[in-house]
């Protein structure tokens, strides 16, 4: 794909995303020279594609630019742990090349249709290394990633059953930007695998938050209103309290 028709159409997917997006995209990309660019290819997916898988050649790097993204464990034989979720902007695949590990760490899977840009590893690092703006940006980016996830993780030691779902329920919300009425849009399935949890106790907790006012129900559909919302900040901060205390 050429330069031109690349930029072009970047152009028009940063019309499309959130700003602050747009302006990562923008000063990530800023010194890029021509050659990286050219090499790149602008691909769409459909939801529930998996497009990296764990223990396989690390071959490219994507950039995330529209859609969601989710990362499944399986190293425990017969189930999936889904620990992490990701909106565009993010580079994947670019934790190997820093490294120096030759396969994929783990196995993403695309949560609705997404938009990436790809580059091939070789290319990637011949050019990163160059571009120091663009290396501070993924060196930034990554270490926020990690002290997230060690956080996430340590509040998972002790966060049982519903208060777990309260939990994630909670940062979904956030992440939608919503002001007002928000669809969790989950499956059992992907609620038991994001939680470590049976679909089992899925279901029971989902009951209990639904008798207790956290969360609504319409059909299959769990709903939080802005009010929800806040009872579940509220219910967890005086448990995050105690835990610290």
Not at 19 to 28: S, T
Not at 142 to 160: C, D, I, K, P, W
Not at 188 to 216: C, H, P, W, Y
């Amino acid at each position: 794909m050429i330069y031109q028709e690349i930029t072009a159409r970047l152009e028009e997917i940063c019309k499309r995303i959130p700003r602050e997006q747009a302006e990562y995209i923008k000063q990530y990309l800023t010194n890029a020279p021509y050659w990286v660019i050219e090499t790149m290819q602008l691909v769409k997916k459909d939801k529930n594609v998996v497009f990296i898988e764990e223990n396989t050649p690390a071959d490219n790097v994507y950039i995330l630019l529209e859609g969601s993204i989710r990362a499944v464990d399986y190293r425990v034989k017969g189930f999936a742990f889904d620990y992490m979720r990701l909106d565009g902007v993010n580079i994947v695949g670019s934790m190997e090349c820093y490294f120096r590990i030759p396969d994929y760490m783990t196995t993403l899977v695309t949560t609705t249709p997404c938009t990436f840009l790809i580059i091939s590893r070789k290319n990637y690092e011949k050019w990163i290394w160059d571009d120091k703006n663009a290396l501070q940006m993924d060196v930034a980016s990554m270490g926020a990633y990690l002290m997230e996830q060690t956080r996430v993780n340590r509040l998972f030691l002790f966060l049982q059953g519903t208060d777990r779902f309260l939990y994630m329920f909670a940062k979904n919300y956030e992440k939608s930007q919503s002001k007002g009425d928000y669809c969790l849009d989950m499956s059992r399935q992907e609620l038991a695998e994001r939680s470590g949890f049976s679909i089992k106790t899925v279901n029971r907790s989902v009951k209990k938050m639904e008798e207790d006012g956290f969360i609504s129900r319409k059909g299959h559909k769990i709903i939080i209103s802005r009010k929800q919302y806040e009872m579940m900040k509220e219910y967890l901060d005086d448990i995050l309290d105690q835990t610290n205390g």
